[in-house]
């Protein structure tokens, strides 16, 4: 019976490390400070030997609104903190490379397998495995680019003001679809100034 518990133990700790996919928020700084959020978005944990695994953001969007593709960093090495249980990962790896690119991704001069220089990489697995935090910084085209994951990032509910270079020119859904007029919850606006707000209607 013994035999048997710590095989499926064995099973179900294979099944949670060797390829976890955890959805969170994700908070994007680009090009002169220019920020999103984005919900629902995913990274995918995946253990590829020992403690070195590959981190995957999926359908990363750099841009307002514009999905290039996934972002693969490799070499990611854990360390687990024994009084805790937190699992720490880090990569001395100097690139992350783009795959499954959407047509948008040409905007920021990607293409499949090209990579981009990364900057700093850390990230943080909660003991009980359900909870994944991670950030990183790279550039392309020149311009940094910040990325968190899983963390709450503090923003204001911007309301909008009637000066012309506040006047909005596009409006989106919280999932980054465009829509034609305002709904009501909160509605993701972007300015004539090409700043992008967020706008609470109730």
Request: aromatic share 8%.
């Amino acid at each position: 019976m013994k035999k048997v518990l710590s095989i499926v133990f064995f099973l179900m700790t294979t099944l949670c490390t060797f390829g976890q996919v955890f959805t969170d928020d994700l908070h994007v700084t680009s090009g002169a400070g220019r920020t999103t959020d984005y919900t629902q978005k995913e990274v995918e944990l995946k253990r590829v030997g020992g403690s070195r695994y590959n981190v995957t953001f999926k359908k990363l969007a750099p841009m307002e609104y514009k999905t290039f593709g996934d972002f693969e960093i490799d070499n990611v090495m854990s360390t687990v903190d024994a009084e805790t249980g937190v699992t720490t990962f880090t990569t001395s790896t100097a690139e992350g490379k783009w795959v499954n690119v959407t047509e948008n991704a040409a905007i920021g001069g990607v293409t499949e397998g090209s990579k981009s220089t990364l900057t700093s990489f850390t990230a943080t697995l909660s003991a009980d495995k359900s909870k994944f935090v991670a950030e990183l910084n790279f550039m392309t085209m020149g311009s940094d680019v910040s990325v968190v994951f899983g963390k709450q990032i503090d923003t204001a509910i911007n309301t909008l003001t009637t000066a012309d270079d506040n006047k909005y020119v596009a409006i989106y859904t919280l999932g980054g679809v465009r829509i034609q007029h305002l709904q009501r919850g909160i509605n993701i606006v972007r300015t004539a100034n090409g700043k992008v707000k967020k706008l609470l209607v109730k």
